[in-house]
């Protein structure tokens, strides 16, 4: 469940303590893993967790434009390159933290086959996050574009906000297919998986994180950045499907 953001700057605009509370921002992908990581985080550390959950390239102009955020986990490099461009980013914090993997879902009472991405050709309607900004999207596009279908495609995508968007238009019967992450469509009864995105034809998929500068929290930021890459985070992660890189300092 996304936490409204103006909701979330109310909230940090009259806090009881600043140092109580850390504000991360989170690509949208990453809702459920966060969600339990915050609990323990909470249970481990005392402080409380508030997550904006979205696209990240809405999260990152939300940041770039001053909202006080004190972490930011996005689903692409380029994304915090923005943040990062803008000054925003804690030395040292900035780290590579996970990967996932492209799959094409249907509907689960969907009779379609795919068993490569030119099968994608006969469908009508094809849900992806926005490709002209949204990571997923942009992931989905770039695949789509190695295989040589993207132009054949393109007049039957339908953008929307972000991956858990695309999903739910899936689920509802709303389009005929969708490319969204392997982790999105493990979380869900209501599609099937038909084809999923090799490392050699998808594009390289990792989620940076880093404490930001801006927030209210600055210290907070640093601890939940650094909680993200110890034991317990990584077990919740990969229990949720994700790759846990090695959490090394990006170049």
Do not use: C, W
């Given at each position: 469940m996304r936490t409204p953001l103006l909701a979330l700057l109310l909230t940090f605009a009259f806090p009881a303590s600043a140092a109580e509370?850390?504000?991360?921002?989170?690509?949208?992908?990453?809702?459920?893993?966060?969600?339990?990581?915050?609990?323990?985080?909470?249970?481990?550390?005392?402080?409380?967790?508030?997550?904006?959950?979205?696209?990240?390239?809405?999260?990152?102009?939300?940041?770039?434009?001053?909202?006080?955020?004190?972490?930011?986990?996005?689903?692409?490099?380029?994304?915090?390159?923005?943040?990062?461009?803008?000054?925003?980013?804690?030395?040292?914090?900035?780290?590579?933290?996970?990967?996932?993997?492209?799959?094409?879902?249907?509907?689960?009472?969907?009779?379609?086959?795919?068993?490569?991405?030119?099968d994608l050709r006969g469908v009508k309607r094809l849900a992806l996050a926005d490709p002209a900004a949204v990571p997923a999207g942009l992931y989905a596009k770039a695949w789509l574009e190695r295989t040589g279908v993207w132009k054949e495609l393109e007049p039957q995508v339908v953008p929307l906000l972000d991956v858990r968007a695309a999903l739910t238009a899936v689920e509802a019967g709303r389009v005929d297919a969708g490319v969204v992450y392997a982790t999105d469509a493990a979380m869900s009864k209501r599609v099937r998986v038909v084809f999923s995105v090799s490392e050699k034809e998808g594009p390289r998929i990792v989620y940076p994180v880093a404490a930001l500068s801006k927030g209210k929290a600055s210290e907070g930021g640093q601890t939940f950045v650094r909680f993200l890459q110890g034991d317990i985070a990584r077990r919740i992660f990969e229990r949720h499907g994700f790759t846990v890189l090695a959490g090394k300092p990006s170049p």
């Open positions: 509370r850390v504000l991360v921002f989170a690509a949208a992908s990453t809702t459920d893993a966060l969600q339990e990581i915050g609990r323990a985080y909470t249970q481990e550390h005392g402080a409380t967790v508030e997550f904006a959950f979205g696209a990240s390239s809405d999260l990152a102009r939300q940041a770039v434009a001053g909202a006080p955020a004190d972490a930011f986990l996005s689903a692409d490099v380029a994304k915090m390159d923005q943040v990062e461009k803008a000054g925003l980013l804690q030395p040292g914090t900035r780290a590579d933290l996970l990967s996932n993997q492209l799959v094409v879902v249907v509907p689960v009472d969907s009779k379609r086959k795919v068993a490569s991405a030119a």
